[in-house]
């Protein structure tokens, strides 16, 4: 992922030093280890407006644009649940260095209608800039003397050149790009590439619409700070964590995917659907999660990988088929995308909450995997082990993802299909399988050594049995033996032998020697990395322990992991400390400090830094429990609160 | 390779049914086992999907690849079965209680999809594995345990209900005339589309009103009308379906109601026009052609 020497050497010599300390220094003011400059190129800009606006398309187009000019690129959004009004907004965040997390502060602000400037205000970094439409009234709004103003005539130049309202956006991302001094054929190709497909009169009407931008900034000789130029031709993927959960899938062999809208899962299902003819796979939107689930293990059943996928709420509906797939050892892969519970909660919003949920639910007693990818890298080839594991053991198996890392945009190096090879497990075939005796059933639960049975599909001649979701004996029929009903448990208990040789090692981030842990489990990934590099500056030796298999957990490997850490400290997007907890009753092993946020939002490197770096000048003495909230409460949903 | 003429012999199974002596659910394994024999069905090709219930344990008596799932979700887990490999011939059961009671919103679905499948519901009109509580299907005034003052809710009408709500083939018959019943399976199964049999099934031990007797008087079959029952057409089939309520369960027409053509759901996924799912070769699918979009 980094760049070498020759690609810095590319970096435009004329680039201002100072320009992008002050973000940082502003953002960590007033915190008790100084954080110098961490990176030489890291800048922010936002797009922002009400629901409906396009930020979303606008957002993405601008992770294209500087993915394609050779940046490591962060595009995330924040939106509210409803569809029109509120405010919605998508950060992105580049550099030349690996960066895989929203900032706290945007450099540059694209305004798209009054709130958005009054909401991004606090948020703007020194020296930051936004434009906005002239059109708009800001006078009663509080202004900043360290944040320069471009109003522009947005809507009279999209007008100008033939657009519609609607493509105001357009003009503003080009007036974006000038005043960053990019070049305009880099979002010139992405236009045609994105809308081509609606034919050449929209392609033609959005990039006169941000030609239209882009020469109005240009022409107007703005005195601005960044010259950000395109470092190399990079062919690199720009892609949210659901669709490589997706794409992951679709590598490791599913063939079926059943669903019922709900976010933040929902754009897996969509992306699905919209590829279901290329990859011959099925997608079903079914009238329930009860459906969902129970159609996917149905499918699974009859011998196609099947998955199906939701958030919390819709995977309480799921539990009673989560055991059912377990009791009749039927394969099934749950997507769990998490949204702050419990409830309906925030559905727009963040939370690393169903972990422990994810773990216990259901009646009874069973193996289970629980996965958890912390970048999109992960959220591939772990969608793809899902589907192995699920098969090979006949178990259920959940992936943990969070709005955060299932919404947000990353730009990402192309996966490797070679490491994600597929195993089907015990899957017998009619050639190898002997006649029945008459009126007889094929032992589909046959006590094995090592737990997993083989299974037959249905079509396959002197398989035939029942699988079933009451206790049974080997061929399926149900069985209320005291003696067979202990065996059957011991056997599917004894997967869980071969399911924890399956658990990978956490990765270690940072200098593995380093003595200051900080513990982590899927998507709180992205910022502790981030956190580790501003920390480095600051004269902070820690390293970062992530773990993506989060259960079972193996005692041994945590040990391992943990061993020569003088302080471990735990950083989740919730509130009970949940990984903690499955740490202490998998390992014993206790963690010294909890850094906890659960106000929705995820962590942001700077306010991970900024709590390890006042553990580290307190000698690691105070409170155990750390609990990090947004200074900056600025609601999205209700913008009459403000007034607006 | 030569195949063995398919017999009934070929659908039974060694396991004894845990029914009631008497039970009418004895009377649709049997028609059903002759039905898939009569069509020549192999029992591998097959599945049964039931859900839970007196009723759903039909799998295990009935020798073909079964799934014995959860209370109400029969007809879920079959639609996936039937996707996944649409070749197979699907059959979905459940009793009263399990279809239109706690998988009633699934029943109403499926009926809009016309998934080539079939789908028996064996209507005994009450809870029978939990001891005898009312069901959505039991009549008016009836005292069960959980009705002591006797239902006061209106019963449901699972007849109309699939006239209206899509089914390409809505039946009944009576557990106590298996030929008949048997009959109607095999039309039932050869229909292309989704097929509701839902057969009065008399509960010996908990059903002290809808017995035997009861049926064989009231009972009469739609096909020996005079004249002909139309069964394409709608209004007439939505008549006959309100006649048990009319006459006060005097008459309980069997037989088949109402029966159109409707491409399958299966037939709109031009993926799955050649092979079936399960067919295709997983083991290194390439996913670089979805790469284009995301550069």
């Known amino acids: 992922m980094g760049l070498s020497t020759h690609d810095l050497a590319a970096f435009p010599a004329s680039f201002p030093d100072g320009a992008y300390s002050i973000r940082l220094k502003n953002a960590c003011a007033d915190k008790a280890v100084e954080f110098p400059k961490v990176v030489p190129m890291d800048f922010a800009c936002k797009i922002a407006a009400q629901a409906g606006a396009g930020v979303m398309v606008t957002g993405r187009l601008l992770v294209r644009c500087f993915s394609r000019g050779g940046y490591n690129v962060v595009g995330y959004p924040e939106y509210p649940s409803l569809i029109r009004g509120g405010h919605n907004t998508v950060q992105v965040r580049i550099s030349d260095k690996p960066v895989s997390s929203p900032s706290e502060k945007q450099d540059l602000l694209i305004a798209l209608n009054k709130d958005a400037v009054f909401y991004q205000m606090p948020s703007m970094s020194k020296g930051g800039a936004i434009i906005y439409d002239e059109l708009i009234d800001i006078g009663k709004f509080p202004k900043r003397a360290d944040v320069n103003m471009y109003p522009l005539p947005l809507s009279k130049l999209t007008q100008e050149a033939g657009g519609t309202e609607q493509m105001k956006n357009m003009a503003a991302l080009g007036a974006s790009l000038a005043m960053i001094r990019y070049p305009f054929d880099v979002i010139e190709h992405l236009i045609r590439d994105e809308f081509g497909r609606k034919g050449e009169e929209v392609v033609k009407k959005n990039i006169d619409a941000a030609k239209a931008g882009y020469n109005h900034v240009k022409s107007s000789h703005f005195d601005s700070k960044w010259d950000i130029k395109p470092l190399r031709e990079r062919k690199q993927l720009v892609i949210t964590g659901n669709e490589a959960i997706a794409l992951g899938a679709l590598r490791g062999g599913m063939k079926f995917y059943a669903a019922y809208p709900m976010t933040p899962a929902s754009s897996i299902l969509h992306y699905l659907v919209e590829n279901d003819r290329a990859f011959n796979i099925v997608v079903k939107q079914t009238e329930d999660e009860i459906a969902a689930i129970n159609y996917a293990i149905g499918a699974s059943f009859a011998g196609a990988r099947a998955m199906t996928g939701t958030s919390g709420g819709g995977f309480a509906l799921m539990v009673e088929a989560l055991g059912m797939a377990a009791m009749s050892e039927t394969p099934i892969v749950v997507v769990i995308s998490q949204r702050s519970g419990p409830s309906t909660g925030l559905p727009t919003w963040t939370e690393q909450g169903d972990l422990g949920f994810a773990i216990h639910a259901s009646q009874g007693d069973f193996p289970r995997v629980v996965l958890a990818p912390g970048d999109v890298q992960e959220c591939f080839y772990l969608s793809a082990k899902a589907l192995n594991l699920a098969e090979k053991y006949q178990v259920p198996v959940i992936v943990l993802s969070d709005k955060h890392l299932s919404e947000t945009i990353f730009s990402t190096e192309l996966f490797n299909q070679a490491k994600a090879k597929i195993e089907r497990g015990k899957i017998v075939e009619a050639k190898d399988l002997a006649p029945l005796p008459q009126m007889s059933r094929w032992h589909r639960y046959a006590l094995t050594e090592d737990g997993v049975s083989p299974r037959t599909l249905p079509g396959t001649p002197n398989g035939e049995h029942v699988a079933s979701s009451y206790e049974h004996d080997q061929t399926g029929f149900s069985s209320e033996s005291f003696i067979m009903r202990s065996k059957q448990v011991d056997k599917r208990a004894k997967k869980m032998e071969l399911l924890l040789k399956e658990m990978a090692e956490p990765t270690i981030y940072g200098p593995r020697d380093a003595k200051i842990a900080i513990v982590g489990w899927g998507s709180t990934k992205l910022a502790a990395i981030d956190a580790l590099a501003i920390l480095e500056k600051a004269g902070v030796r820690a390293k970062f322990i992530h773990f993506t298999h989060v259960y079972p957990l193996d005692p041994k490997i945590v040990k391992k992991a943990f061993r020569g850490c003088k302080v471990l400290i735990d950083v989740e997007n919730n509130s009970a400390a949940q990984f903690a907890q499955v740490v202490k009753e998998s390992a014993g092993a206790e963690m010294d400090f909890h850094i906890l946020k659960y106000d929705a939002r995820p962590f942001f490197p700077e306010q991970i830094a900024e709590e390890v770096g006042k553990l580290a000048k307190n000698e690691f003495k105070g409170e155990k429990r750390i609990e990090v909230v947004e200074k900056e409460d600025m609601e999205y949903y209700n913008t009459q609160r403000y007034g607006l | ?295």
């Open chain 2, 1 to 295: 390779m030569m195949m063995a003429e398919i017999t009934v012999m070929d659908f039974n199974a060694k396991e004894r049914p845990q029914w009631c002596p008497g039970c009418g659910n004895f009377g649709i394994m049997t028609a059903l086992r002759s039905a898939l024999a009569e069509l020549g069905i192999p029992p591998h090709m097959s599945v049964i999907s039931s859900g839970i219930g007196c009723s759903s344990k039909m799998p295990h008596y009935v020798r073909t690849y079964g799934f014995e799932g959860l209370h109400g979700r029969s007809l879920p887990v079959a639609s996936g079965i039937k996707l996944a490999n649409h070749k197979l011939n699907v059959i979905a059961e459940g009793g009263d209680g399990d279809g239109y009671g706690i998988g009633m919103g699934h029943f109403q679905h499926i009926m809009r999809r016309n998934y080539d499948l079939t789908y028996i519901v064996h209507n005994n009109q009450l809870y029978a594995l939990t001891t005898g509580q009312a069901s959505p299907t039991t009549q008016l005034g009836v005292k069960t345990k959980t009705t002591p003052y006797g239902v006061v809710e209106t019963p449901f009408n699972p007849i109309a209900s699939a006239i209206l709500g899509g089914a390409t083939f809505v039946s009944r018959a009576f557990a106590g005339d298996t030929t008949h019943l048997k009959e109607i399976l095999k039309q039932a199964m050869k229909h292309r589309g989704f097929a509701l049999v839902d057969v009065m099934q008399p509960c010996v031990t908990f059903n002290k009103l809808n017995t035997y007797e009861f049926f064989t008087k009231r009972c009469y079959k739609l096909e020996e009308q005079m004249p002909k029952h139309d069964i394409g057409d709608r209004s007439v089939a939505l008549e006959k379906a309100f006649e048990p309520e009319k006459t006060n369960y005097e008459k309980i027409p069997i037989g088949v109601f109402y029966k159109t053509e409707r491409a399958t759901y299966e037939d709109t996924l031009p993926q799955i026009k050649d092979k079936a799912l399960v067919e295709y070769d997983v083991s290194d699918v390439d996913i670089s052609g979805a790469y284009e979009d995301m550069i």
